[in-house]
Protein backbone atom coordinates (compact mmCIF):
# COMPACT_ATOMS: atom_id res chain seq x y z
CA UNK A 1 0.00 0.00 0.00
CA UNK A 2 1.04 3.52 -0.15
CA UNK A 3 4.31 3.71 1.89
CA UNK A 4 4.30 1.51 4.73
CA UNK A 5 5.42 1.95 8.23
CA UNK A 6 8.52 0.17 8.86
CA UNK A 7 7.68 -2.67 11.13
CA UNK A 8 9.04 -2.83 14.47
CA UNK A 9 8.66 -5.38 17.41
CA UNK A 10 6.11 -3.73 20.08
CA UNK A 11 7.73 -3.90 23.16
CA UNK A 12 11.45 -2.61 22.60
CA UNK A 13 13.79 -3.44 20.02
CA UNK A 14 13.32 -3.79 16.57
CA UNK A 15 13.38 -7.24 15.88
CA UNK A 16 13.66 -7.94 11.79
CA UNK A 17 11.44 -10.86 10.90
CA UNK A 18 10.57 -13.24 8.63
CA UNK A 19 7.78 -14.16 5.97
CA UNK A 20 6.50 -16.24 2.68
CA UNK A 21 4.39 -19.70 1.42
CA UNK A 22 3.30 -22.69 -0.01
CA UNK A 23 1.12 -24.04 -2.80
CA UNK A 24 0.98 -23.61 -6.70
CA UNK A 25 1.95 -20.89 -8.91
CA UNK A 26 1.83 -21.83 -12.58
CA UNK A 27 4.42 -24.48 -13.91
CA UNK A 28 7.22 -24.89 -16.49
CA UNK A 29 7.32 -27.85 -19.14
CA UNK A 30 8.55 -28.35 -22.24
CA UNK A 31 5.79 -26.34 -23.90
CA UNK A 32 6.20 -23.05 -22.08
CA UNK A 33 7.50 -21.48 -25.25
CA UNK A 34 4.48 -21.70 -27.31
CA UNK A 35 1.73 -21.14 -24.55
CA UNK A 36 0.60 -17.53 -24.75
CA UNK A 37 1.69 -15.47 -22.04
CA UNK A 38 -0.45 -14.31 -18.90
CA UNK A 39 -1.65 -10.98 -20.46
CA UNK A 40 0.60 -8.74 -22.82
CA UNK A 41 2.61 -5.74 -21.47
CA UNK A 42 0.24 -3.68 -22.33
CA UNK A 43 -2.57 -5.37 -20.10
CA UNK A 44 0.06 -5.46 -17.02
CA UNK A 45 0.56 -1.70 -16.92
CA UNK A 46 -3.25 -1.09 -17.43
CA UNK A 47 -3.17 -3.53 -14.18
CA UNK A 48 -0.74 -1.58 -12.65
CA UNK A 49 -2.70 1.85 -13.43
CA UNK A 50 -5.75 0.70 -12.66
CA UNK A 51 -4.42 -0.50 -9.04
CA UNK A 52 -2.78 2.73 -8.48
CA UNK A 53 -5.84 4.48 -8.61
CA UNK A 54 -7.48 2.14 -6.67
CA UNK A 55 -4.67 2.05 -3.86
CA UNK A 56 -5.06 5.68 -3.96
CA UNK A 57 -9.28 6.00 -3.70
CA UNK A 58 -8.39 3.38 -0.46
CA UNK A 59 -5.71 5.35 1.20
CA UNK A 60 -8.05 8.67 1.01
CA UNK A 61 -10.40 7.35 3.31
CA UNK A 62 -8.54 4.17 4.57
CA UNK A 63 -11.78 1.86 3.81
CA UNK A 64 -10.72 -1.49 3.96
CA UNK A 65 -13.76 -2.38 1.49
CA UNK A 66 -11.89 -0.36 -1.19
CA UNK A 67 -8.68 -2.66 -0.83
CA UNK A 68 -11.03 -6.19 -1.37
CA UNK A 69 -11.56 -5.17 -5.23
CA UNK A 70 -7.66 -4.54 -6.37
CA UNK A 71 -5.71 -6.94 -3.70
CA UNK A 72 -5.97 -10.73 -2.43
CA UNK A 73 -3.82 -12.66 0.65
CA UNK A 74 -1.66 -11.85 2.06
CA UNK A 75 -1.40 -8.40 1.09
CA UNK A 76 -5.00 -7.78 1.95
CA UNK A 77 -4.32 -8.54 5.31
CA UNK A 78 -1.57 -7.18 5.72
CA UNK A 79 -2.60 -3.58 4.29
CA UNK A 80 -5.78 -3.95 6.00
CA UNK A 81 -3.75 -4.08 9.35
CA UNK A 82 -1.74 -0.81 8.12
CA UNK A 83 -5.16 1.06 7.78
CA UNK A 84 -6.02 0.20 10.75
CA UNK A 85 -3.32 1.48 12.06
CA UNK A 86 -3.12 5.00 10.24
CA UNK A 87 -7.00 5.19 11.69
CA UNK A 88 -5.55 5.38 15.07
CA UNK A 89 -2.56 7.92 14.64
CA UNK A 90 -4.37 9.82 12.05
CA UNK A 91 -2.08 10.04 9.23
CA UNK A 92 -3.22 8.68 5.50
CA UNK A 93 -0.56 7.37 2.83
CA UNK A 94 0.79 10.12 0.54
CA UNK A 95 -0.23 9.59 -3.26
CA UNK A 96 0.77 6.10 -4.60
CA UNK A 97 3.02 6.85 -8.15
CA UNK A 98 5.13 3.78 -9.67
CA UNK A 99 8.27 4.44 -11.52
CA UNK A 100 9.87 2.97 -14.12
CA UNK A 101 7.88 -0.32 -14.61
CA UNK A 102 8.97 -3.11 -16.17
CA UNK A 103 6.94 -6.55 -16.52
CA UNK A 104 7.88 -10.15 -16.19
CA UNK A 105 5.16 -12.19 -17.61
CA UNK A 106 5.16 -15.61 -17.51
CA UNK A 107 3.65 -18.06 -20.80
CA UNK A 108 1.12 -20.22 -19.06
CA UNK A 109 -2.75 -21.99 -20.05
CA UNK A 110 -4.33 -22.55 -17.03
CA UNK A 111 -5.30 -20.68 -13.73
CA UNK A 112 -4.59 -19.01 -11.64
CA UNK A 113 -1.80 -16.83 -13.97
CA UNK A 114 0.00 -14.13 -12.71
CA UNK A 115 3.03 -11.77 -13.13
CA UNK A 116 5.67 -9.69 -11.70
CA UNK A 117 5.99 -6.12 -12.09
CA UNK A 118 9.70 -4.44 -10.82
CA UNK A 119 9.01 -0.68 -9.75
CA UNK A 120 9.44 2.25 -7.60
CA UNK A 121 8.24 4.79 -5.66
CA UNK A 122 9.75 7.83 -3.93
CA UNK A 123 12.46 10.16 -4.85
CA UNK A 124 16.40 10.26 -3.62
CA UNK A 125 16.99 7.95 -0.04
CA UNK A 126 13.09 8.26 0.53
CA UNK A 127 12.93 5.29 -2.95
CA UNK A 128 11.62 1.91 -2.08
CA UNK A 129 11.73 -0.77 -4.75
CA UNK A 130 9.03 -3.11 -5.54
CA UNK A 131 8.56 -6.49 -6.45
CA UNK A 132 4.82 -6.60 -7.40
CA UNK A 133 2.95 -9.77 -7.82
CA UNK A 134 -0.51 -9.73 -9.27
CA UNK A 135 -2.94 -12.78 -9.71
CA UNK A 136 -5.75 -13.89 -11.44
CA UNK A 137 -7.80 -17.16 -9.75
CA UNK A 138 -10.07 -17.27 -13.40
CA UNK A 139 -11.06 -16.09 -16.63
CA UNK A 140 -12.83 -12.74 -16.63
CA UNK A 141 -11.79 -12.71 -12.81
CA UNK A 142 -9.85 -9.34 -11.88
CA UNK A 143 -6.02 -9.05 -11.38
CA UNK A 144 -5.44 -8.44 -7.18
CA UNK A 145 -1.85 -7.36 -5.96
CA UNK A 146 -0.73 -11.07 -4.09
CA UNK A 147 2.36 -9.55 -2.75
CA UNK A 148 4.99 -6.71 -2.37
CA UNK A 149 8.41 -7.52 -1.29
CA UNK A 150 10.61 -5.01 -1.07
CA UNK A 151 14.06 -5.94 -2.96
CA UNK A 152 17.45 -3.70 -2.02
CA UNK A 153 18.40 -3.87 -5.62
CA UNK A 154 16.96 -4.74 -9.41
CA UNK A 155 16.44 -8.64 -8.42
CA UNK A 156 13.92 -8.89 -11.33
CA UNK A 157 15.96 -7.89 -13.49
CA UNK A 158 17.68 -11.63 -13.00
CA UNK A 159 14.97 -12.84 -15.00
CA UNK A 160 14.93 -14.77 -18.44
CA UNK A 161 13.11 -13.40 -21.07
CA UNK A 162 12.70 -15.18 -24.13
CA UNK A 163 12.61 -13.81 -27.92
CA UNK A 164 9.08 -12.12 -27.30
CA UNK A 165 10.16 -10.67 -24.02
CA UNK A 166 8.19 -12.81 -21.76
CA UNK A 167 9.17 -14.86 -18.68
CA UNK A 168 9.13 -18.49 -17.70
CA UNK A 169 7.76 -19.90 -14.40
CA UNK A 170 8.79 -22.66 -12.81
CA UNK A 171 6.70 -25.53 -11.32
CA UNK A 172 6.83 -25.17 -7.16
CA UNK A 173 7.78 -28.38 -6.74
CA UNK A 174 10.23 -29.12 -8.98
CA UNK A 175 14.01 -29.25 -7.89
CA UNK A 176 15.42 -30.58 -11.17
CA UNK A 177 18.54 -28.25 -11.68
CA UNK A 178 18.12 -26.09 -8.09
CA UNK A 179 19.36 -26.52 -5.05
CA UNK A 180 15.94 -26.60 -3.01
CA UNK A 181 12.52 -26.75 -4.58
CA UNK A 182 10.95 -23.56 -4.24
CA UNK A 183 8.14 -24.95 -2.12
CA UNK A 184 10.29 -26.04 0.00
CA UNK A 185 12.20 -22.88 0.97
CA UNK A 186 9.10 -21.66 3.17
CA UNK A 187 9.70 -24.95 5.37
CA UNK A 188 12.85 -24.54 5.68
CA UNK A 189 13.61 -20.94 6.12
CA UNK A 190 10.57 -20.78 8.76
CA UNK A 191 12.50 -24.30 10.35
CA UNK A 192 15.65 -22.24 10.57
CA UNK A 193 13.78 -19.27 11.88
CA UNK A 194 12.59 -20.87 14.78
CA UNK A 195 15.82 -23.40 15.61
CA UNK A 196 18.66 -21.86 14.21
CA UNK A 197 21.19 -22.49 11.75
CA UNK A 198 21.54 -26.26 12.81
CA UNK A 199 17.67 -26.98 11.63
CA UNK A 200 17.01 -29.31 9.02
CA UNK A 201 17.88 -27.73 6.10
CA UNK A 202 19.36 -24.29 6.85
CA UNK A 203 22.53 -25.17 4.98
CA UNK A 204 20.93 -23.91 1.97
CA UNK A 205 20.20 -20.55 2.91
CA UNK A 206 23.15 -17.97 3.24
CA UNK A 207 23.43 -16.19 6.01
CA UNK A 208 22.26 -12.62 6.12
CA UNK A 209 19.73 -10.14 7.54
CA UNK A 210 17.13 -11.97 6.69
CA UNK A 211 18.25 -15.40 8.22
CA UNK A 212 21.36 -16.05 10.52
CA UNK A 213 20.67 -12.02 11.58
CA UNK A 214 17.49 -12.40 12.14
CA UNK A 215 18.02 -15.52 14.64
CA UNK A 216 21.04 -13.20 17.09
CA UNK A 217 18.27 -10.52 16.71
CA UNK A 218 15.52 -12.40 18.27
CA UNK A 219 17.30 -14.19 20.87
CA UNK A 220 19.02 -10.65 21.90
CA UNK A 221 15.54 -9.11 22.11
CA UNK A 222 14.63 -12.46 24.15
CA UNK A 223 17.18 -11.78 26.30
CA UNK A 224 17.04 -7.95 26.45
CA UNK A 225 12.50 -8.44 27.47
CA UNK A 226 13.80 -10.83 30.22
CA UNK A 227 15.75 -8.50 32.31
CA UNK A 228 12.66 -6.30 31.69
CA UNK A 229 10.25 -9.25 33.04
CA UNK A 230 8.24 -9.89 29.74
CA UNK A 231 9.26 -13.70 28.38
CA UNK A 232 8.59 -13.86 24.61
CA UNK A 233 8.40 -16.92 22.40
CA UNK A 234 8.40 -17.13 19.15
CA UNK A 235 7.41 -19.54 16.45
CA UNK A 236 8.04 -19.56 12.43
CA UNK A 237 5.31 -21.57 9.98
CA UNK A 238 4.59 -21.98 6.68
CA UNK A 239 1.68 -19.18 6.08
CA UNK A 240 -1.15 -21.06 3.80
CA UNK A 241 -0.96 -19.12 0.52
CA UNK A 242 0.84 -19.44 -2.94
CA UNK A 243 4.43 -19.89 -3.97
CA UNK A 244 5.27 -18.19 -7.04
CA UNK A 245 8.74 -18.43 -8.84
CA UNK A 246 10.07 -17.84 -12.35
CA UNK A 247 13.83 -18.78 -13.90
CA UNK A 248 15.81 -16.80 -14.02
CA UNK A 249 18.87 -16.00 -16.48
CA UNK A 250 21.84 -18.52 -15.01
CA UNK A 251 18.83 -21.51 -14.95
CA UNK A 252 17.92 -20.63 -11.02
CA UNK A 253 14.51 -19.61 -9.40
CA UNK A 254 13.07 -16.47 -8.33
CA UNK A 255 10.73 -16.96 -5.73
CA UNK A 256 8.07 -15.26 -3.96
CA UNK A 257 6.69 -16.89 -0.56
CA UNK A 258 5.43 -16.49 2.52
CA UNK A 259 5.82 -16.94 6.35
CA UNK A 260 3.91 -16.92 9.91
CA UNK A 261 5.15 -15.38 12.79
CA UNK A 262 3.34 -16.51 15.63
CA UNK A 263 4.73 -14.27 19.04
CA UNK A 264 3.45 -14.89 22.56
CA UNK A 265 4.74 -12.10 25.29
CA UNK A 266 3.63 -12.62 28.96
CA UNK A 267 4.75 -10.92 32.32
CA UNK A 268 3.75 -11.48 35.72
CA UNK A 269 3.42 -7.69 36.49
CA UNK A 270 0.90 -5.84 34.95
CA UNK A 271 1.84 -2.69 33.37
CA UNK A 272 4.91 -4.11 31.94
CA UNK A 273 2.91 -5.40 28.13
CA UNK A 274 1.53 -2.64 26.03
CA UNK A 275 -0.09 -2.50 22.32
CA UNK A 276 2.69 0.24 20.80
CA UNK A 277 4.76 0.40 17.46
CA UNK A 278 3.52 -1.56 14.54
CA UNK A 279 0.53 -3.50 17.22
CA UNK A 280 -1.32 0.04 17.39
CA UNK A 281 -4.98 -0.44 16.32
CA UNK A 282 -4.48 -4.78 16.34
CA UNK A 283 -6.13 -4.68 19.68
CA UNK A 284 -7.28 -1.43 22.49
CA UNK A 285 -4.53 -0.15 24.44
CA UNK A 286 -6.16 -1.60 27.72
CA UNK A 287 -6.48 -4.67 26.67
CA UNK A 288 -3.07 -5.87 27.72
CA UNK A 289 -2.66 -7.29 31.00
CA UNK A 290 -0.01 -10.18 31.52
CA UNK A 291 0.19 -11.55 27.95
CA UNK A 292 -0.35 -10.26 24.14
CA UNK A 293 -0.52 -12.68 21.35
CA UNK A 294 0.14 -11.65 17.98
CA UNK A 295 0.40 -12.98 14.18
CA UNK A 296 2.54 -11.45 11.74
CA UNK A 297 3.06 -12.05 8.33
CA UNK A 298 6.09 -12.59 6.23
CA UNK A 299 6.48 -11.84 2.97
CA UNK A 300 9.89 -13.02 0.87
CA UNK A 301 11.53 -12.61 -2.57
CA UNK A 302 14.27 -15.22 -2.76
CA UNK A 303 17.06 -15.28 -5.38
CA UNK A 304 17.80 -19.56 -5.53
CA UNK A 305 20.95 -20.38 -8.11
CA UNK A 306 21.38 -23.53 -9.68
CA UNK A 307 24.36 -23.70 -7.61
CA UNK A 308 24.98 -23.23 -4.02
CA UNK A 309 22.77 -21.27 -1.02
CA UNK A 310 19.88 -19.12 -1.50
CA UNK A 311 19.83 -15.59 -0.83
CA UNK A 312 16.81 -13.54 0.39
CA UNK A 313 16.42 -10.61 -1.52
CA UNK A 314 13.27 -8.70 -0.01
CA UNK A 315 10.78 -9.00 2.31
CA UNK A 316 7.53 -7.48 3.57
CA UNK A 317 6.65 -7.77 7.11
CA UNK A 318 3.39 -6.99 8.57
CA UNK A 319 1.52 -7.99 12.11
CA UNK A 320 -1.91 -8.92 11.40
CA UNK A 321 -3.76 -9.71 14.54
CA UNK A 322 -2.84 -9.03 18.12
CA UNK A 323 -5.01 -10.27 21.13
CA UNK A 324 -4.31 -8.87 25.07
CA UNK A 325 -5.09 -10.66 27.94
Known sequence: MPKRFITILSLGPCLAVAAFAAGCGGGESSSAGTDPPALTKAQAQQVLTSFTEGANRAGRTLDRGELTGIEADPQLSMDAASFRLRKVIRQRPPTLRFDNPSFYIPRMKEYPRWFAADASTGVGKQTTRHALLFTQSAAGAPWLLAADPFPPDAALSRVALDAEGYATAVSPGTSQGLPVAPAKLADTHA???SGGSSAPGASVLA???????????????????AKRGITLSSRFSVAPYGVYALRTKDRGALVWYVLQQNEAYSSAKRGRLAVSGDLVGLAPANSVRNRMDTTVLVQYLATVPPKGRVTISGMYRKAVTAHGS
Open 191 to 193: AML
Open 207 to 225: DGPRTSQTVEALRQGERML
